[in-house]
């Protein structure tokens, strides 16, 4: 296919994509149709019958005893089930919660507060879980929202209240913020979450990755406080770790946009100083003999990530350790070919690499941008269950990779977790889970599991919070139903090829960005950051703008050096 698309012109020789086949399958799986991925990830996560009804009955028995298992208030599930995107206090939590990240001043901080909460009913949710978050949350957002309220006793007391309150209205939000982070976040510092860890009750099996909060780097000094925060962590835990080594002891999960304020797929000048930085936290996590996992971001940086990791992979001062990991998104289509890359570089270099597996996490974000930009198509799949089937295809690649691949399966799916007990066949192997979420499904497993630990001051809180609902508040949720007994456990049982078989791929509610307009396409747009579709467009660009003054004019925009180039459908 590389070698296609060379003689094609797509393609100039030498680049990378020309020479790696695992990188033109990648690309080519970018934007393809959900029809054309979905096959051959239906065949490969396919079991026979025999197998197919055991995993269906350990799966049964998973959610079974994590009911039975299951401690009110120990998790953030009767949280998200009080609260989720199914209420309408849950919209407006995560509303409040995503938008003032970007409020700078109390004022409009407080007016915000005014229209998103004044209007819930937050009282209606007080005593409906036995559980002290639920609880504590609807108290902080109830008191914020009855100082608001224009239906006070008596328009002075409101006023009178509404022009003294307002400093301690947003202490209340915080208050409530406060008692989330409890749960959702394992510490503030990186000495206060080891702490925590290492007092747990489940710290006899837990394995933990810490991942330092915050949002990517916007200023060269917002990267340099985040690269000296995760050099403090890589080094407290390397500490803490005792001698445990990168795969069976803690470790550090690292996000490439916290190293770079410029770290986007049309600045390719990022990738040598991203290289540097993230060899430095590699050689100070090999030093402590500890495992660095590099994390998955938006599907348009999956490209020059790529690249990262390749050559910090390669660094010969890391032979010898084996710790240098990366995840996966199941929910983009080339989730299969970064597997079959992931293990073809570790071939390469003689030593394995540790692959954590998700399903991902900013599913919305990935929707919008490609309808926003005109893209052919989207870069995940628009059906829950192809997502699934996604993780599964590429759960079974990753076993039979071994043992290049090290293997790390993160889900709180009761079918997922079943799957992967099924297929194991003895080989190595961990579970990963969120903190605070699916305590309760790995307590009936002896499989070793990891903690994904967020770390971060309660200012870091509200991202992670946004990303956590939208990924678990919908009431379809396996989070969000686990815990609710009107759920037969058979319907949390329901496997997702069987679910998709004689079904269109594609979710048919869901457009292509072409018809988001209905009758009025929408504008194609351009992929500066696309290593195929960007070099000629560029080059045509940098020969127009090197044209002589009295050269023959460039007709409108549909000519290009002076020839007639065919109008790219709409």
């Not at 982070?181 to 810490?210: D, H, N, P, W």
């Not at 500490?239 to 690292?254: H, L, M, T």
């Not at 870091?460 to 678990?472: F, I, K, P, S």
């Not at 070099?535 to 050096?561: C, H, N, Q, S, T």
């Amino acid at each position: 296919m590389a070698r296609a698309l060379v003689h094609d012109g797509l393609m100039p020789e030498g680049s990378p994509l020309a020479a790696d086949p695992h990188r033109a399958a990648i690309r080519r799986l970018h934007r393809a149709a959900d029809e054309t991925v979905l096959a051959p990830l239906l065949a490969l996560a396919s079991l026979p019958p025999e197998a197919a009804a055991r995993v269906r009955s350990r799966a049964i028995a998973l959610v079974e005893g994590a009911r039975r298992a299951h401690t009110p208030g120990a998790d953030v599930s009767a949280f998200l089930a009080e609260f989720g995107l199914g209420t309408r206090e849950g919209v407006a939590l995560l509303c409040l919660a995503e938008a003032l990240l970007r409020i700078p001043d109390a004022a409009t901080a407080d007016r915000l507060i005014e229209d998103k909460l004044a209007g819930a009913d937050w009282q209606s949710h007080l005593g409906q879980a036995d559980s002290l978050l639920v609880n504590a949350s609807s108290f902080a957002f109830m008191l914020t929202g009855r100082v608001l309220s224009p239906e006070a006793d008596s328009a002075m007391l409101s006023r009178t209240v509404r022009r003294l309150g307002e400093p301690v209205i947003r202490a209340a939000l915080r208050q409530g913020m406060k008692v989330l982070a409890g749960q959702f976040v394992m510490g503030r510092t990186i000495g206060e979450a080891l702490k925590r860890g290492q007092e747990s009750a489940e710290a006899r099996r837990a394995r933990y990755s810490f991942d330092m909060l915050g949002e990517a780097a916007r200023t060269e000094a917002d990267a340099q406080r985040y690269m000296a925060s995760y050099r403090d962590a890589i080094g407290a835990v390397g500490r803490a770790s005792g001698g445990r080594g990168p795969i069976e002891g803690p470790g550090v999960s690292v996000k490439l946009s916290a190293l770079h304020p410029r770290y986007e797929p049309t600045k390719p000048g990022c990738i040598p100083a991203l290289v540097a930085s993230l060899t430095e936290l590699a050689k100070a996590a090999k030093a402590g003999n500890i495992g660095l996992t590099v994390d998955a971001e938006e599907a348009d940086r999956l490209d020059i990530s790529l690249d990262i990791i390749a050559a910090v992979h390669g660094d010969a001062a890391l032979a010898g350790w084996d710790g240098l990991g990366m995840a996966v998104q199941a929910y983009q289509k080339r989730g299969l070919a970064v597997v079959d890359w992931a293990a073809a570089l570790a071939a390469r270099n003689g030593r394995p690499m540790p692959v954590r597996l998700v399903k991902g996490a900013y599913w919305d974000t990935e929707v919008k941008h490609a309808q926003v930009q005109g893209r052919a198509d989207y870069p995940v799949f628009t059906r829950k269950a192809a997502t699934d089937v996604s993780w599964l295809a590429c759960a079974r690649r990753m076993f039979d990779a071994s043992p290049h691949i090290q293997p790390a399966f993160a889900t709180h799916n009761a079918t997922s977790l079943a799957f992967i007990l099924e297929n194991a066949s003895g080989r190595m192997f961990e579970m990963q889970r969120l903190h605070g979420m699916g305590e309760a499904l790995y307590a009936g497993t002896d499989c070793p599991v990891r903690v994904y630990a967020p770390v971060g001051g309660h200012e870091d809180l509200l991202a992670y919070l946004v990303r956590r609902l939208l990924e678990n508040g919908a009431n379809t949720g396996f989070v969000h139903r686990l815990t609710d007994p009107e759920v037969p456990a058979e319907a949390l049982a329901e496997d997702p090829v069987a679910a998709i078989t004689g079904r269109s791929p594609r979710n048919l509610r869901i457009p292509l960005p072409r018809n988001l307009y209905g009758a009025w396409l929408n504008s194609a747009g351009l992929d500066l950051g696309d290593p195929v579709e960007a070099p000629p467009v560029l080059a045509a660009i940098r020969e127009a703008a090197a044209r002589p003054a009295d050269a023959a004019p460039i007709v409108g925009g549909d000519r290009i050096r002076g020839e007639a180039v065919p109008v790219r459908d709409p």
